[in-house]
């Protein structure tokens, strides 16, 4: 099964409004990423993040390595329309893992 | 720059039947992962490579096979399809050393 739970599975906001989404794991990351996946397309990679306590912004977006590598947090801020589509953490080992995703729905 | 390209896109397959999905990046990427993607489940790991001749089991393996015979393919194997294997696949390839996986626009499979 998923080693990756990501939470909320869904959420349904008002433009403007921020978002918080987050992720745990039963192993040790050294590497997690948060991918968006736009609606019949694949994912493509919003933020990276490195190091245990990290703290990493893109744009609207800011992304935490929690500190027992255990965890991360994905939060959007002032949501828009575009932002609509399916958010996962990913974890890396050789391989890389997916958690099974937050469903943003965002009413105008 | 063509990226990572999956074919076909779309296939509908009768229980039994077998197909080959191809995955092809143009990257000159060392790794490269098999995923299935169902409603409620994200995507699952199904079989991935380090490189070129290797392969390596992923969280859902059983019912696939894969091959990496050349460095910039990566084919996904179905012997014998089930109802169950009706799915969106994607394929998606990273370099050596880099974090970010590039991934191609899905096959749309049903078996029914």
């Known amino acids: 099964g998923q080693q990756l739970n990501q939470s909320p599975q869904s959420m349904f906001i008002q433009e403007g409004e921020d978002v918080s989404m987050n992720c745990t794991s039963s192993?040790?990351?050294?590497?997690w990423l948060w991918y968006k996946q736009d609606p019949g397309e694949g994912p493509v990679l919003l933020i990276a993040?490195?190091?245990?306590?990290e703290l990493t912004s893109n744009g609207r977006l800011t992304a935490q390595f929690g500190i027992t590598r255990k965890d991360s947090f994905l939060n959007i801020s002032a949501s828009i329309p575009s932002d609509v589509g399916i958010y996962f953490c990913?974890?890396?080992?050789?391989?890389?893992?997916f958690g099974a995703g937050t469903r943003l729905t965002v009413k105008p | 720059n063509a990226g990572v390209t999956q074919t076909p896109k779309f296939r509908v397959l009768k229980t039994g039947q077998s197909m080959t999905l191809l995955c092809a990046q143009d990257?000159?990427?060392?790794?490269m992962y098999w995923y299935r993607q169902d409603p409620g489940m994200g995507l699952r790991l199904i079989h991935y490579?380090?490189?070129?001749?290797?392969?390596a089991k992923g969280e859902v393996p059983d019912g696939y096979n894969v091959s990496r015979l050349k460095k910039q393919n990566f084919l996904l194997g179905l012997e014998s399809a089930a109802p169950s294997q009706t799915s969106v696949y994607f394929c998606?390839?990273?370099?050596?050393?880099?974090?970010?996986?590039?991934f191609g626009q899905g096959t749309r499979l049903t078996v029914v």
């Open positions: 998606a390839s990273r370099p050596t050393g880099g974090v970010e996986a590039f």
């Open positions: 192993s040790i990351f050294n590497t």
């Open positions: 993040l490195y190091k245990a306590g």
């Open positions: 990913a974890g890396q080992l050789p391989d890389m893992r």
């Open positions: 990257m000159n990427h060392e790794y």
């Open positions: 490579s380090v490189g070129e001749g290797t392969t």
